[in-house]
Structure formats: structure tokens, C-alpha cells
């Protein structure tokens, strides 16, 4: 079946670092790639998402790449904020049945100390 | 202009005592999703509705159960919760031919 192994956490940065979570999926398809964000407390929002090979997925200052060749989905962002503390989940959606699932991966907690 | 809404954002019930959530969308979306998070956890598909099929997830607990009255309305029954239901309970809605799922906020549950 579909999975999705994402960079463990916490990862703890200073403001304005680069930062980088991996994500690798597998799939029998061709599904569709995802970052939702949460918030403390909060509902998982849509970050990003790419749905064919090569796309590239950017919003807010992130983006990650679909890379079919080595079935990876990669968040990275140039300069991160305080405000960008929050649990990243990586996701894909699978193109079969009658209605999309998403596979999630564990879970990346991200600090970022001012 | 909220899209996918939950009622209440926490919950407090009691062991063993029947409590009901509730998802409303303003998205028109044919599909509705449950899922249950808890801490530290992805969340976990406990069912959805393709219009008006529901669809189990196999190892969903059958003290879940879940009803959608009309497209905009979903909710999640917990028959008799037990310490092991506290959780965060998210809502999730995506169109017929859509793959992006839009999720709710949450309804926090505590089970005392």
C-alpha cells in the first residue's frame, strides 16, 4: 500500500536558518503530494501541493519539488520565522477508488527560537 | 468566510456518557472525512461519506458512528467514550473529482 516517510523530529533552528524536512513516499499510482501545517491547537492546513512529476508546490516562502525519479517531496525554506513553529505533516492522495485518501507521514515538529 | 466549521472547539465529556460533534462546510463538497489525532500523532481515517455512501474504516471502533443529514452537515457520535477516545477530531471536506482535502479546526475531546 501507499506510505509516506518523513524526517524525524523536533527539529529546533534559529530565525532566518534554512530549513529542510524530507519526505519520501510510495505509491502504485500517480498521486497527488501535499504539506499541511498545524498550528498548536489548531486543524492541519494546506502549506502546499503538487500534483504531477516536476511540479513545484511554493506558498509563504516554502516549496517543495515533486521528484518522481526518487520519489521525494522535500519542504525547504530559505529564511524560517518564529511564527513558522508548528508541526509539518507531508501527504499524499492516492487516485484510486471513489474518493481520495490521504496517506500521511508522521510528523515533523519545527521550533525556531528568535 | 470560514469554510469547514466544528462545534464546539473543546469538549468535555464523561466517561461512558454519549457525546456528539458536529462538522458544517459552506464549500458545497460531495465528500466529507473523520479523523481522529491524537498528540504527537497523524491523524487517523476513521470514516467518510461519498455523498451519502459511508465508508468505514476497517479497524474504526464500532463505538464510533457517524450520520450526514444533508451535504453541509456531518457528525461523529461517540456512544460511550472511554479515556482512550480523548483526542483531537478533525473534519475534512474535498469535491467529487478533487485530491486537496480542506480541513476544519478541531473539536478538542476530554474524557474524564
Known amino acids: 500500500g501507499d506510505s509516506v516517510t518523513q524526517m524525524e523530529g523536533p527539529v529546533t533552528l534559529s530565525e532566518e536558518a534554512f530549513l529542510t524536512i524530507n519526505c519520501t513516499y510510495t505509491?502504485?499510482?500517480?498521486?497527488?503530494l501535499f504539506w499541511y501545517v498545524q498550528y498548536p491547537g489548531e486543524g492541519l492546513q494546506l502549506l502546499l501541493k503538487?500534483?504531477?512529476?516536476?511540479d513545484k508546490g511554493s506558498n509563504k516562502g516554502f516549496e517543495a519539488t515533486y521528484r518522481k525519479e526518487t520519489t521525494s517531496f522535500h519542504l525547504e525554506k530559505g529564511s524560517v520565522q518564529v511564527s513558522d513553529s508548528a508541526v509539518y505533516f507531508c501527504?499524499?492522495?492516492?487516485?484510486?477508488?471513489?474518493?481520495?485518501?490521504?496517506?500521511f507521514g508522521s510528523g515533523t515538529q519545527l521550533t525556531v527560537l528568535p | 468566510d470560514a469554510m469547514v466549521i466544528q462545534n464546539p472547539r473543546y469538549q468535555v465529556t464523561q466517561f461512558g456518557k454519549p457525546v456528539t460533534l458536529s462538522c458544517s462546510q459552506t464549500?458545497?463538497?460531495?465528500?466529507m472525512y473523520w479523523y481522529q489525532q491524537k498528540s504527537s500523532q497523524a491523524p487517523k481515517l476513521l470514516f467518510h461519506?461519498?455523498?451519502?455512501?459511508?465508508?468505514n474504516e476497517a479497524d474504526t471502533p464500532d463505538n464510533f458512528q457517524s450520520r450526514r443529514p444533508n451535504t453541509s452537515f456531518c457528525f461523529l457520535d461517540i456512544r460511550s467514550p472511554g479515556l482512550g477516545d480523548a483526542a483531537m477530531y478533525l473534519c475534512?471536506?474535498?469535491?467529487?473529482?478533487?485530491?486537496?482535502?480542506?480541513f476544519g479546526p478541531g473539536t478538542r475531546l476530554t474524557v474524564l
Open positions: 464549500l458545497n463538497h460531495n465528500v
Open positions: 505509491a502504485t499510482g500517480y498521486p497527488s
Open positions: 501527504a499524499l492522495s492516492d487516485d484510486s477508488g471513489s474518493a481520495r485518501q490521504l496517506t
Open positions: 503538487a500534483t504531477k512529476a516536476d
Open positions: 475534512a471536506t474535498t469535491p467529487y473529482s478533487g485530491d486537496t482535502q480542506y
Open positions: 461519506y461519498y455523498d451519502k455512501d459511508f465508508n
